[in-house]
C-alpha cells in the first residue's frame, strides 16, 4: 500500500478536497448555522472513522482521509462559531456547543471504525 509518487498523492489530495469543500458547500445550502457544523463534522469524522478501519490502498486514504474528509469538516468554522458565541455572551452556549461537537466527533469516529472493522471481519 504505497503511494506511486508525491505527485499522485497530491492530485488524490487535492480531487478529493475539491469533492469535500464542495460537499460541505451544499451542506450549508441545506441546513443553517450551528447544525450545518455538527452536521459536517460529526459526518467527517465517521466517515473518517470508516476510513481508518478500511483496508484501503494508500492513494484511496490521501484522496477520501486527507482530501475529502479534510476539506468536508470544519474545524476553522467551527472555531469561529464558538468564539463568536462566547463573546456574544453566551459562554454556557458556546461551551456546550464545542463540547458536544467535540463528543459527537470523537463518537463518530469510534462508530465508523467500529462498523467497518465488524463489516469486514470474515
Known sequence: MTVTGP???????????AAGATCRHLVGLAVSGRRSLVAVNT???????GLLAAPVDSVVALALGVGFCGAFTTFSSFAVETVTTAESG?????VGFALGVLLAAIGAVLIGSTLVLALTRT
Open 7 to 17: 505527485l499522485v498523492g497530491a492530485l488524490a489530495v487535492g480531487l478529493g478536497g
Open 90 to 94: 453566551d459562554r454556557n452556549v458556546a
Open 43 to 49: 459526518l467527517g469524522s465517521l466517515a473518517l472513522g
